[in-house]
């Protein structure tokens, strides 16, 4: 009874927590767009960091509740579940996932360097504050390059000028109080769940909480595929990655070192690893097809089965 107590509250939490970035990214988008910016360019910088701020909030939270290693444990998680599960997924729905030339210019090498480069400051199993300010400065790198390239894109300065009311500002710090609250209890149910299973949290972690603040890009993701939007599917997936592995490694990083645990070390990594070089295979190109879907939810089912023990 207990262990489904903590279930539901950690189900409500990740839910909460999602529906708050949602509203917190919604008026911060408006208030973009108020002020001129494009929809490509509030895609690529607003957007995209709002449908990290679920990562990022719970990550911070869980280096201030004393676990250091649920950064780590988070990206990896999550990562993870973009690339086979949302990837897999969405493959599967349109049958082929077409890929836009763009993506496979721009955004496949910033998605490589950005995993790259979080897997090489995790060979000594910690993650300090000036590996922080590297990654921060690759992602600013990656958000100048996303507006300064999105020039050569088609025109979209004729979009009507959105208007500003009093939603906004409700809508952000709604979105703020939400994402506190739904990072603290998501924390607090994680460490109980992991207690009464007496199972490593890092491995709730990598799949509970990677899985549920995963949901906003497999809704994105599957919605755009199915209508027809095939880049904004993948360059979904894309930029999340890339965002996790930049930003929800760096930000948590100036509250205290991060570590990585054990499961994360012996099976997470590597997963990631064979992830990351599939899903390059996969996209390289230029579409993923069905029967390669199928290929990466058999993978992520590996994942699983390794991490619970069944395999």
Known sequence: MELLQWAGVLGLSLFGLVKAADYFTHGAE????????????????????????????????????GDPSFPINNIIGSNIANCLLVGGICAIAVKTLRVK???????????????????????????TVYEGLFCLLLL??????????SEDEDDEAQEEKVKLSWREPIFIIAGVIGIYFGAQYTIQ??????????????????????????????????????GGKHS???GNIFGSNTFNALAVSSIPAFFGTLTVSEDAWNIGIPFLIV????????????????WEGLALLVLYGAFVGKLTGIL
């Open 30 to 65: 408006n208030i973009g767009k108020f002020f001129g910016l494009s929809s490509f360019i509030v895609g690529a910088t607003i957007v995209s960091i709002g449908s990290s701020l679920p990562e990022i909030a719970t990550s911070i939270m869980g280096v201030l509740n």
């Open 101 to 127: 030339q763009r993506l496979i210019d721009v955004d496949l090498p910033f998605f490589f360097m950005s995993s790259a480069l979080f897997l090489l400051f995790c060979l000594d199993r910690q993650f």
């Open 140 to 149: 600013g790198i990656f958000i100048f390059y996303t507006i300064y390239d």
């Open 189 to 226: 149910s994680v460490s109980n769940i992991a207690t009464i299973l007496n199972i490593s949290p890092s491995i709730v972690t990598m799949l509970a909480v990677a899985i549920g603040t995963s949901l906003p890009e497999l809704v994105v993701s599957v919605k755009a595929a199915m």
């Open 232 to 234: 904004i599917a993948l």
């Open 275 to 290: 992830t990351t070089l599939a899903f390059i295979f996969t996209t390289s190109d230029d579409r993923i097809q069905k």
